[in-house]
């Protein structure tokens, strides 16, 4: 039975008074005039009573809650159960009568005491949503009246959102734990999935409680309807990072024979231009038409089907790059835009072909990844497929490329050599397809590969097969070998050497005495008929010793003088050889280098005679002398050269020379050389020794001065 609320707080304000003044009459008592017990549970003991004898205690009927109670000998008992929801007190009276008949009254409170004993309550436990795939985020799907539970117990209400379906967290989330309101997270993607269903709890204690809660569950189940958010994919096309929702495709590519006109759809690669809605549930109808790169409308597109055909020929190699745009009709705002290469070649009326059907190789178990197959029998040549192209002169096409068709364990090279692909561990015999294809004209031609793994024990020592890296060694020891053996034929040569122990002024004054030597060679006198002059013959001739001042530069200067004049004059037989040697002993020229004197050079030979003249030098044959000259002539032998024993080994080589040239004029006549020397009186620098031997062969008699 209820009571009202007026009544319950009348009540509540009296219950200080009522303790005072009702807990006990003359004859009667009460333990207890306000006690409390739960709610829902019965019998229960509410309070203990205390009726001397002649007296009497009952429960007053007129008081509705009185129903709930009764006096068994001394306790007061609650024999129904009481809900807190429904009655939150309870008011009773006693009756105590004493032997006269006289009675008082008891007034007893009874609190019931609230328990957790009412779960929460969703107003529709199932909840059914479709919404869209292009929902914005933050829209709210489920409104909070719609889920907002009740609990009876007037319990705060907390709840937790979760799903059902795999994958689909995240998308959908409620505003509070204490606000239900379900909203969209994040954005929808009909391809990753196309419904879920939600589970929303509500509890009367936090999840984190220890205390025993109540709970109820609500079921949303969310239906998510396709939209056009996406333009056409051309196809094929690969998927990024496995997403459904984006695809990549690749350009298109194609090829046309120049000056040939085709009304056939070019054939492309990777395939026909194809584009679909990627939103196929609503599947809208795509139409193509090229947009760039048509250069003179060459081609055209079917709108419908994407067919691509030639309008007119080409006449030129170059390449054409299509740019094609596929739309839906009914947005064409939709839309996306492929690349199509066509490649503009000379036609190919022969296809490639191979010469063998079949090519026999063997390769070794064990051997690293990338090693050669070689030809069968053969262990040191690696196998080599080869297309031939009847296209070509030599029949050799360089657009053919090589692959394998029906094997992993072994790859082609662009060459046609076949590689491993991997280790191969088990011996046993390998049958491939290999394909030679013309990227150009895309003809193809095929042959088999029969390749037989073996053990690497079976082969012979002779048969044995060196790796790059045994050659690399190899090559680096006989390259550190060939230095050694460098650096110690240098340090023998230079040992071996007497120039180490010259002083380098000495070197240099030798190596000109020695280019004089060879330099001034008087091919002036070559006009007699004998053709050689031989040093033999030089040695018997009349010779002599010439010394003057006359220095280096001018010697150079008629030397010259004396090869212009041969030339001048080409007399075509005959020869007079001349050889003028310079050579400054080495004590010398140490006391001019200490003196610090500079010589004046001038010319031995001179081209006319100045007899008057005191500074007058010349040279000339003996039997030229002028017998007038008298004392200023002065005849000196050749046996001075047999006083030059100290000279080096440039002498040496003049006089090798001379016996080489004594060779080649043995049976030529010859006519005895005259040397001459002259000394200036008005010089007083030290004199350059100059010998000049010189023989005139043949039978010529003419004069010649120098």
């Not at 007026?6 to 207890?32: D, E, K």
């Not at 309070?47 to 007061?76: C, K, N, R």
């Not at 690293?368 to 029998?377: D, E, L, M």
């Amino acid at each position: 039975m209820a009571i009202p609320h007026w009544l319950l707080m009348s009540a509540f304000f009296l219950l200080p008074l009522l303790a005072q003044i009702s807990a006990q009459v003359p004859g009667c008592s009460v333990s207890n005039n306000n006690p409390s017990v739960p709610e829902n549970e019965c019998p229960l003991v509410v309070a203990t009573i205390h009726v001397q004898p002649g007296y009497t205690l009952t429960i007053d009927p007129s008081y509705p809650d009185g129903q709930f109670f009764t006096i068994e000998g001394s306790e007061l008992q609650l024999t129904k159960c009481v809900d807190y929801e429904e009655d939150p007190v309870l008011l009773l009276s006693l009756t105590c009568k004493d032997p006269a008949g006289q009675s008082d009254s008891l007034q007893i409170l009874v609190t019931i005491l609230n328990k957790n004993d009412n779960p929460p309550v969703f107003p529709q436990p199932n909840i059914t949503r479709q919404i869209p795939e292009d929902t914005e985020v933050d829209t709210v799907i489920v409104a909070r009246e719609e889920v907002t539970a009740t609990d009876a117990d007037l319990d705060t209400i907390y709840y937790e959102l979760t799903t059902t379906v795999q994958n689909t967290d995240g998308y959908f989330a409620i505003r509070g734990v204490n606000n239900p309101e379900i909203y969209l997270q994040t954005a929808l993607d009909y391809d990753k999935f196309n419904s879920t269903t939600l589970l929303l709890y509500a509890r009367d204690r936090p999840v984190t409680s220890l205390e025993p809660a109540n709970m109820a569950t609500a079921t949303i189940t969310i239906t998510i309807k396709q939209s056009d958010t996406r333009a056409p994919w051309f196809l094929p096309c690969t998927q990024l990072y496995n997403d459904t929702s984006v695809c990549i495709s690749s350009p298109y590519s194609g090829r046309v024979n120049i000056s040939e006109m085709s009304t056939d759809p070019l054939l492309l690669e990777p395939g026909p231009i194809y584009a679909v809605d990627p939103d196929y549930t609503i599947n809208d109808r795509i139409v193509y038409r090229i947009v760039g790169g048509n250069t003179n409308k060459v081609f055209s597109v079917d709108a419908d089907t994407g067919n691509l055909t030639m309008n007119k020929i080409v006449t030129s190699p170059d390449s054409f790059l299509l740019q094609v745009m596929a739309t839906q009709v009914s947005n064409v705002r939709k839309y996306s835009v492929a690349t199509v290469e066509i490649k503009v070649i000379t036609k190919s009326n022969f296809p490639p072909y191979f010469e063998k059907g079949v090519y026999n190789g063997m390769v070794f178990v064990g051997l690293p990844q990338r090693s050669f197959v070689y030809q069968a029998g053969d262990p040191s040549t690696p196998l080599v497929i080869t297309a031939m192209d009847q296209d070509f002169p030599d029949k050799v096409n360089p657009n053919i490329e090589y692959y394998l068709k029906n094997s992993t364990d072994f790859i082609a090279t662009r060459d046609g050599l076949i590689l491993t692909n991997k280790v191969l561990e088990s011996p046993g015999t390998v049958t491939i397809q290999a394909v030679g294809k013309d990227v150009l004209s895309l003809q193809e031609a095929s042959t088999i590969i029969v390749v037989e793994v073996i053990l690497a024990t079976a082969v012979t020592p002779s048969d044995k097969m060196y790796s790059a890296q045994d050659m690399a060694i190899l090559g680096g020891t006989l390259a550190a070998l060939l230095l050694i053996a460098l650096v110690f034929l240098g340090v023998l040569v230079w040992k071996s050497s007497r120039w180490h122990r010259k002083p380098f002024t000495y070197l240099v004054k030798k190596k000109l005495s020695k280019e004089i030597s060879e330099g001034h060679q008087n091919k002036y006198y070559q006009e007699d008929e004998q053709p050689d002059v031989s040093t033999k013959q030089h040695e018997t001739s009349e010779s002599s010793s010439v010394q003057a001042e006359t220095p280096v530069p001018e010697l150079l200067a008629l030397a010259s003088h004396f090869s212009s004049a041969e030339e001048t004059e080409s007399v075509p037989k005959g020869s007079i050889a001349s050889t003028v040697i310079f050579y400054q002993e080495e004590e010398e020229e140490k006391k001019e280098e200490e003196a610090g004197q500079e010589k004046e050079v001038k010319s031995i030979l001179k081209t006319d005679r100045h007899v008057a003249d005191d500074g007058y030098k010349a040279v000339w044959f003996k039997t030229d002398v002028d017998p007038e000259a008298g004392e200023r002539v002065e005849v000196i032998e050749d046996n001075a050269a047999d006083d030059d024993n100290d000279d080096d080994d440039s002498d040496q080589d003049v006089q090798k020379n001379e016996e080489e040239e004594k060779e080649s004029s043995d049976t030529d006549g010859h006519r005895g050389g005259l040397g001459v020397s002259f000394s200036s009186e008005n010089s007083s620098l030290p004199a350059a020794e100059v010998t000049a031997n010189m023989s005139h062969t043949g039978a010529g008699t003419d004069d010649t001065e120098m």
